[in-house]
Structures are given as structure tokens and as C-alpha cells.
């Protein structure tokens, strides 16, 4: 990686959190059902989830984690993997990706997407060594729009790269991303994708990660804010067709792979907005 490029990425302040509540899922074409994920009880608004194991934090290290499982990144990664009109997609090398608010696009990019807010904060956690924090490890999160289009890629959303960005973890194995709730479209139940690398030298294309993963939402505040707020509109017949059973990525980790989430007021007012907070188990 260009010197120019590592320094400024280093000068950009990261949001840590400390505290993980969830955990969740797995890029390599296909998903695997040999691993599960660790999910607390705590403030969980799932209806899915038929059983929970306790996951705390504290200091550097969670008292259990688990490798998640990998999933696949799908057709819209923007990692360098692919193109679009025939020109390779790769953000990671983009000046300004790395962000703690991807709800704007950013560089030469302009557009704010649209929806319901979510704080996500998440702890990166070495399964082989106690479940230590991963200092200075390197997570890549995207997911589509409230209409359920990619930023880059989708029509109508190809001159925007909004819902984007790479975060580097603090001492404690912590980033925090701001974003949107993600919208539901045909044939899969509503998610966030991640990569991790070991490094932000190694976060420059998808070859470099140790893992490619996704967060599946959880059924009741999805089905609550799709019902409830007009941007959304087009994911309440989707997500009426869809079950976590049915979605040919997260049918075989089943509630492993939903993320707690709770209102980020205190009425229970879910088109608020949500706090997530999830512990990522990494075999580093």
C-alpha cells in the first residue's frame, strides 16, 4: 500500500465501544453450518433465536466467543472482486472510506442515504487465544439502502457509494459504525456484509481477508419499521416472503447469525433507532 494512502488512513479517529452483546456471521461462495455464533439474552428483540449462550466483556477479552462462519459476500462487495460496466469496483483504496458514519458517500461522491438509524458497535475477538482483542485488526461493513439497493452498483444508485466503510479496532478489539437500518429486497432476509483483515496494509482488496461474514437483522424490528416508515415500503412484501429458514446464506446457522438489537430510546420506539452491539470471533 502507498505510504500516503496508510498515513492518512491512520489519521482518522475511530468511535470505539466497549461491551459486545451478539454474535453473528461469515465469504467464500457459500455458507458453512459447522460453525455457529454466540448470541446474549440481553435486550434481544428477536423472534427467532431459540436459544441463547452468555457472552460479557471485559477489558480486552470476552468471556466466550466462537469463529464465525463464513458466508458469501454476494455480487456487490466493492472490495475489487468485481465490476461494474466493466471497470473493477474497489473502494478500500478510496481516500475517505475509512469513517465511522457511512450514512453519506464520500470523495468525489455525493447523496445521504435515507432511514432509520443504527449505532453498530462491534469487538473483534481471537478465538485461538482466549478471546483476546484483536488491536489494530480491520473490518470492511456494506449493505444496501432502505429500497434495498447497493450503492455502486444498483441502478439508479451507481453515482453514490454511501453505506460503505472500513473501521480499524482500538486496544480493546473495538469500532463503531453509524449507519441505516438495511432494507429487505426479493429473496434474501435483510443484512449487513463485513470482511476483516489483519491490518489496514491488508485492507486494500478482498484477497487479504481472513474472513467474510454478514449480520442478519432481526425479524422483529425489521417487521416493525418496514410496516412503520415510508422509505422501507418496498420491503414489506419481501420480507413476508422471506424466513432466516428459506435464506440459502443464513438457513443453516438459523439464529446464530441474528444480531441483538434494542431501541436507542428509552419509549420503545423502534423508527427511533437501534443500538447493536456484536463480538466478531476471529481464528487469527
Known amino acids: 500500500m502507498a505510504p500516503n494512502i496508510l498515513a492518512r488512513r491512520k489519521m482518522l479517529g475511530l468511535l470505539g465501544s466497549a461491551g459486545a452483546a451478539a454474535l453473528i ?10 460453525s455457529t455464533a454466540t448470541t446474549t ?8 433465536s431459540s436459544s441463547d449462550d452468555s457472552s460479557s466483556s471485559s477489558g480486552d477479552t470476552t468471556s466466550s466467543c466462537v469463529a464465525d462462519p463464513e458466508e458469501t459476500n454476494g455480487p456487490y462487495p466493492g472490495d475489487g472482486s468485481n465490476s461494474v460496466n466493466g471497470s473493477t469496483v474497489n473502494v478500500l483504496t478510496d481516500s475517505g472510506i475509512i ?3 457511512i ?6 461522491y455525493s447523496g445521504t442515504a435515507d432511514g432509520v438509524p443504527v449505532v453498530l458497535n462491534i469487538q473483534l475477538v481471537d478465538v485461538n487465544n482466549g478471546c483476546t ?4 485488526y480491520v473490518i470492511y ?10 450503492s455502486l452498483y444498483s441502478s439508479g444508485v451507481q453515482n453514490v457509494n454511501y453505506l460503505r466503510g ?19 429486497y426479493d429473496g434474501r432476509w435483510p443484512h449487513m456484509h463485513f470482511e476483516i483483515f489483519s491490518s489496514l496494509a491488508e485492507a486494500t482488496q478482498y484477497g487479504n481477508r481472513v474472513l467474510c461474514s454478514q449480520f442478519a437483522m432481526p425479524s422483529d424490528a ?18 413476508n416472503r422471506i424466513s432466516i429458514s428459506s435464506d440459502n446464506v443464513f438457513g443453516d446457522n438459523s439464529s446464530a447469525e441474528i444480531t441483538a438489537m434494542t431501541p436507542t430510546v428509552d419509549s420503545g420506539n423502534y423508527v427511533d433507532g437501534y443500538e447493536m452491539s456484536i463480538v466478531v470471533g476471529i481464528s487469527a
Not at 439474552?41 to 427467532?48: A, G, H, L, Q, R
Not at 472500513?166 to 441505516?180: K, R
Open 103 to 108: 450514512t453519506s458517500s464520500f470523495g468525489s
Open 166 to 184: 472500513v473501521q480499524e479496532a482500538d486496544s480493546d478489539g473495538n469500532v463503531s459504525f453509524t449507519t441505516i437500518f438495511p432494507g429487505c
Open 222 to 239: 425489521a417487521s416493525t419499521l418496514y410496516s412503520n416508515v415510508s422509505e422501507y415500503s418496498d420491503s414489506v412484501s419481501n420480507f
Open 41 to 48: 439474552t440481553s435486550s434481544s428483540t428477536t423472534s427467532d
Open 25 to 34: 456471521a461469515g465469504c467464500n461462495g457459500g455458507s458453512s453450518g459447522s
Open 99 to 101: 469513517r465511522s458514519d
Open 133 to 136: 482483542a484483536l488491536d489494530g
Open 141 to 150: 461493513l456494506w449493505h444496501c439502502n432502505a429500497e434495498g439497493k447497493y
